[in-house]
Nanobody, 121 residues
C-alpha cells in the first residue's frame, strides 16, 4: 500500500503564494506519474498539473505560468508552487500518484486526503 500525505495548504490573499507538498510512503517499487488535482464542493475534481518520471509536465490552462510542479524521485516527494493566487484557485487540493509495489506489478492510483487552499479577495 502507498500512502500520500499533503501539506502546505492555508489561507492567502489574492496575489499571494503557497507551496503544497506531497510525501509518499510505503513499500514503493516505482513512482510514475504524479499530479495535483483540486475540487470545489459541488464540482468534479479537476486536473491542476502532472509530472511523469521523464520530466514531462502538463498544466491546466487556468494555472499555466502561475503554478509549478516538481518532484524528488529519491525522496518520493512532490510539490506544487502556486504563485499569483486568485480566488478562483480556492479548493481542496489532492495529490495523486501512480505507483507500483513489490507484490503488485500493475500501476495503481493513489490519492492523498487533500489540503484546503483558500484565496481571499
Amino acid at each position: 500500500q502507498v500512502h500520500l500525505v499533503e501539506s502546505g495548504g492555508g489561507l492567502v490573499q489574492t496575489g499571494g503564494s503557497l507551496r503544497l507538498s506531497c510525501a509518499a510512503s510505503g513499500t514503493i517499487s516505482s513512482l510514475d506519474l504524479i499530479g495535483w488535482y483540486r475540487q470545489v464542493p459541488g464540482n468534479q475534481r479537476e486536473l491542476v498539473a502532472t509530472l511523469n518520471n521523464f520530466g514531462v509536465t502538463n498544466y491546466a490552462d487556468s494555472v499555466l505560468g502561475r503554478f509549478t510542479i516538481a518532484r524528488d524521485n529519491d525522496k518520493y516527494t512532490a510539490s506544487l508552487q502556486m504563485n499569483m493566487l486568485e480566488p478562483e484557485d480556492t479548493a481542496v487540493y489532492y495529490c495523486h500518484a501512480q505507483a507500483k509495489t513489490p507484490w503488485d506489478p500493475a500501476l495503481r492510483d493513489y490519492w492523498g486526503q487533500g489540503t484546503q487552499v483558500t484565496v481571499s479577495s
